[in-house]
C-alpha cells in the first residue's frame, strides 16, 4: 500500500559505511581564513618573536619607527624578511591573501626572524640614528607673525548650526614643521 519513501540502508556494505562515518572526529575541511585573520595570526607571530627574541615581555612591534623603537630600544632586527612583500603593517595596506600566507609560513618555519644584534652594530647604529637626529634638527625655530594673538576657532558639525559663541585660543609660538 505505501512505498517505502526512506533513505534506508539496502545492504551490509552500506550499513559498514554509516557506521565508519559517525566516529567523534569531525570532518576534514579545509578551514579557510579571512584576510583580517591572516592579518592577526602575522601581527601575534611577529609580536610573539619580538618578545623571545628580546627578552622583554611588554616589548611591542612599531612599523612606523621600526629603527627607533624596535631596533634601537631592544638590540633586534628583523631577518628574513622577503624582498617582494613591502616592510609596512598588514593592517595598514592592502596585502593580499598570498603574499600574508607566504609571511605566516616564513614566520612559523624561521625564516623570518627577529635577530639579536651584536654589541658593536647596536652601537653604530645608535650614532647614526643619533646624527640624522642632530641633522634634522632646526637651530632657529620660526616664529610665527601672529604669535600669541587670539585667533577665533570655527564650529564645525552641529556646534556650528547651533550658533554657539565662537571660542578664542591662541596660536602656537612656532611653526610646526611637517
Given amino acids: 500500500?505505501?512505498?517505502?519513501?526512506?533513505?534506508?540502508?539496502?545492504?551490509?556494505?552500506?550499513?559498514?559505511?554509516?557506521?565508519?562515518?559517525?566516529?567523534?572526529?569531525?570532518?576534514?575541511?579545509?578551514?579557510?581564513?579571512?584576510?583580517?585573520?591572516?592579518?592577526?595570526?602575522?601581527?601575534?607571530?611577529?609580536?610573539?618573536?619580538?618578545?623571545?627574541?628580546?627578552?622583554?615581555?611588554?616589548?611591542?612591534?612599531?612599523?612606523?619607527?621600526?629603527?627607533?623603537?624596535?631596533?634601537?630600544?631592544?638590540?633586534?632586527?628583523?631577518?628574513?624578511?622577503?624582498?617582494?612583500?613591502?616592510?609596512?603593517?598588514?593592517s595598514e595596506t592592502y596585502v593580499r591573501r598570498q603574499p600574508l600566507e607566504k609571511l605566516i609560513l616564513a614566520w612559523k618555519e624561521g625564516h623570518a626572524k627577529f635577530t639579536r644584534l651584536i654589541e658593536a652594530d647596536l652601537f653604530e647604529r645608535r650614532e647614526q640614528h643619533r646624527m640624522q637626529l642632530e641633522a634634522c634638527r632646526v637651530a632657529n625655530p620660526q616664529t610665527r607673525v601672529d604669535a600669541g594673538e587670539r585667533r577665533p576657532q570655527c564650529q564645525i558639525g552641529q556646534a556650528g548650526l547651533r550658533r554657539k559663541p565662537i571660542h578664542y585660543s591662541h596660536t602656537p609660538r612656532h611653526v610646526e614643521e611637517a
Avoid: C
Fill in 1 to 90: 500500500m505505501f512505498q517505502d519513501t526512506s533513505n534506508a540502508l539496502r545492504n551490509d556494505e552500506d550499513v559498514a559505511l554509516f557506521e565508519e562515518s559517525k566516529s567523534d572526529e569531525p570532518p576534514a575541511t579545509v578551514v579557510r581564513q579571512t584576510a583580517n585573520e591572516l592579518r592577526s595570526e602575522l601581527r601575534r607571530l611577529i609580536q610573539a618573536s619580538l618578545v623571545r627574541a628580546s627578552g622583554v615581555p611588554s616589548a611591542r612591534m612599531h612599523w612606523l619607527k621600526y629603527q627607533s623603537q624596535v631596533v634601537l630600544r631592544y638590540g633586534v632586527e628583523i631577518e628574513g624578511w622577503p624582498k617582494t612583500i613591502p616592510f609596512k603593517d598588514p
